[in-house]
């Protein structure tokens, strides 16, 4: 009985157990189906936005790959059109160099032959200043053995202001640049024509005497007029020579001068005549009524030409130390033909000199670029000295660069050999050289590069292209060295 | 809504936002450092203006003369813009260059080739 039971129990367990199961799976199906379901709409929902990306992709990189073609081709076009311009603007620069390097040689060449006191100066320095710093920047010996030229550019620099180093000079006065007399000067020869009617003037009266005069000793008269005619003549060669400005001339031979110049004569004829408005002023500075006993030579009034206008703030602004005469000019006849040594006055000297004053304010006036920027340093510098005794700035060695050294034995070099200069006999190879080396012995020049200029041989070669042969001697260097 | 203007830079365009005659314009190079975010003040202009304060129609002038190519990359951004906007909104697009300029001719054409729905015309000087 308990066997039955115990099996119906089981059994209705199993049924139950069965019937649970049975809904739980049905439950479960169910379940699952709706799972399903709902992952199939994602992953549709997943398939419609991957493709939609997919497609956003692909045209992405579609455009992308346009983009970058479209830049490639772009860029290459760019590049070819840069390439293009380059050519030109090289070939263009390469002509404007040209041009502005035949402007300056024009240039130098006019100032050349404005007058004959210069020659082929500004021609032929540079030919010396390019031989001496190529020299100079080879040399590995001291005190050049830092110094190197590291382009083109600096050569074409030193080039350039060697062209145009003496440019000022167009504007100094061609009667001062070329005074090679003491009394020379622009002249209205009215004076000369005047002093010949005074002398005819004379001979009429001389006449009318010795008509009057006819019963006197004659070897009396004679004798005393040989005295006085050879006492006039010697005079006169006395002062002609002084004239020309050969020769220092000492204390006593200007007192002679004066003696000289204090003989009178008398003027008949009126000096205001025949004088244009300017000088005519000046001339009524004195009286002038005649008949007046005038001196045989002498300093008048008319005879200082006032400086008009000169701008000293600027003079000083451009670091300019040579002081600046008060007066522009001064004519003066006792003055001139007094001048010590050369044949210029204080006041000459200044407008010579004034040169290089005129070539650094017109040289700073350009606009050089960067590599040529030490051009009117360079050319500005070559009459200065190392001991601060040159012009216009006074400076002294530290600042001398090496090239505006080399300028400054050039300009010298080529003044001292040159023969085409009608005021002097040209100077022998040995005879230059001599001067040379007084200079650089003074530090005026720099001695090293003298010797460099020696030892290189460079004044050899220079002389043989641009000297006369008969210029040519033999140089014993060895006692520079 | 605010009108916005960028004044022309060596290196970017003028650009002149004008929300009251709804006229856009672009002119210039454009090589900007950073091309998203120079552009960025004014993709969100647009943004805004086309949400709310677009004028019936919108004139677009674009007269780029040199670009750089994330420079066209963000042309093609500021396409799919008005794009989506034109639904709603009667766009004109302008893209001006010059009879030389082949590079911006072809840039033109390729807008005209990508957005066939957009109303771009090609316009030489
Ligand atoms: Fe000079
Ligand atoms: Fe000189």
Known sequence: ?481 | MENLNFEATKYTPEIKLDATSGIISLVGKSYPENTFEFYKPMMEWLENYFEENAQDVTTVNMEIIYFNSSSSKLFFDFFDLLDEAKDDNTIKINWIYDEENESAEEAGEDFVEDFEDLDIELVTK
């Open chain 1, 1 to 481: 009985m308990s066997d039955d039971r115990e099996r119906r129990k089981a059994e209705r367990a199993e049924r139950r157990e069965k019937e649970r199961a049975s809904t739980t799976n049905d439950r479960r199906e169910e379940e699952s189906n709706q799972e399903e379901n709902k992952l199939v709409g994602e992953i549709d929902e997943l398939k419609i936005t991957f493709n939609m990306t997919i497609d956003k992709l692909a045209k992405d990189i579609k455009r992308q790959d346009k983009i970058m073609s479209r830049a490639d081709k772009r860029q290459r076009k760019e590049y070819d059109e840069l390439q293009d311009r380059l050519v030109e603007v090289t070939a263009l620069q390469e002509s404007q160099k040209k041009l502005m390097d035949s402007f300056i040689e024009l240039i130098a060449g006019a100032i050349d032959a404005k007058s004959k006191y210069t020659g082929g100066h500004c021609i032929r320095v540079p030919e010396l200043s390019m031989m001496l710093v190529k020299e100079a920047s080879n040399s590995d010996e001291e005190p050049f053995k830092e110094f190197k030229l590291e382009s083109e550019d600096e050569l074409r620099e030193l080039n350039i202001a060697s062209l145009l180093h003496d440019c000022g000079k167009v504007t100094t006065p061609e009667y001062i640049v070329d005074k090679a007399t003491k009394l020379e000067t622009i002249y209205n020869r009215i004076h000369e024509v005047r002093t010949r009617f005074e002398v005819i003037h004379r001979d009429l009266t001389i006449e009318a005497l010795e008509k009057k005069l006819a019963g006197e000793d004659v070897s009396t008269v004679d004798a005393w007029l040989e005295v006085e005619h050879k006492k006039l003549v010697e005079e006169y060669e006395i002062l002609a020579i002084a004239n020309v400005g050969g020769e220092y001339m000492k204390d006593e031979s200007k007192e002679k001068i004066r003696e000289i110049a204090s003989r009178t004569w008398v003027r008949n004829f009126d000096d205001t005549l025949g004088l244009a408005h300017e000088e005519k002023q000046r001339v009524l500075l004195e009286k002038s009524e005649t008949p007046a006993v005038e001196q045989l030579l002498s300093d008048k009034k008319r005879h200082i030409i006032e400086r008009e206008y000169f701008d000293y703030e600027e003079y000083e602004r451009f670091g300019f130390k040579t002081k600046v005469p008060e007066n522009l000019y001064d004519l003066g006849e006792l003055t001139n033909i007094c001048i010590s040594a050369g044949t210029l006055t204080y006041e000459d000297r200044f407008k010579i000199q004034e040169h290089v004053v005129m070539s650094i304010k017109m040289l700073e006036q350009l606009p050089f670029p960067e590599n040529l920027k030490n051009v009117p340093l360079y050319a500005g510098s070559h009459h200065e000295t190392l001991i601060g005794t040159g012009y216009p700035r006074q400076l002294s060695a530290e600042d001398m660069s090496i090239p505006a050294r080399v300028m400054a034995i050039a300009d010298v070099f080529e003044a001292l050999t040159a023969s085409d200069r009608p005021y002097k006999e040209p100077k022998t190879l040995s005879a230059s050289v001599k001067i040379l080396s007084f200079m650089a012995k003074d530090k005026h020049l720099d001695p090293d590069l003298f010797k460099l200029f020696l030892s290189s041989g460079i004044y050899k070669e220079y002389a043989k292209d641009r000297l006369k042969p008969e210029q040519i001697d033999e140089v014993d260097i060895s006692q520079y060295l």
